[in-house]
């Protein structure tokens, strides 16, 4: 299923900086699908992890490099 969620960035006159982005439980919630609900919560906390890492926030992002990645035979 395809997930049409829209991030923005915007920065104030100020300095301050703000991401905005469309929640998933708002766009899969009109489904009434508890599986899609489950999954639209976690992709939420994933992107709310996300914008803190990127604004330089303490967070769990970057995640821990996979064992294969960087590795030669």
Same mark, same amino acid.
């Given at each position: 299923?395809? *997930?049409? #969620?829209? /991030?923005? +960035?915007?920065?104030?006159?100020?300095?301050?900086?703000? &991401? /905005? &982005?469309?929640?998933?439980?708002? #766009? &899969?919630?009109?489904?009434?699908?508890?599986? +899609?609900?489950?999954?639209?919560? *976690?992709?939420?906390?994933?992107?709310?992890?996300?914008? +803190? &890492? *990127?604004?330089? $926030?303490?967070?769990? $992002?970057?995640?821990? *490099?996979?064992? $294969?990645?960087?590795?030669?035979?």
């Amino acid at each position: 299923m395809y *997930a049409p #969620i829209r /991030v923005s +960035l915007f920065e104030e006159p100020e300095g301050v900086v703000q &991401f /905005v &982005f469309d929640t998933p439980t708002s #766009i &899969f919630g009109s489904f009434g699908d508890k599986r +899609l609900k489950e999954v639209a919560e *976690a992709l939420e906390e994933e992107l709310d992890e996300l914008c +803190l &890492f *990127a604004g330089g $926030w303490p967070s769990k $992002w970057p995640l821990p *490099a996979l064992p $294969w990645i960087g590795q030669r035979d």
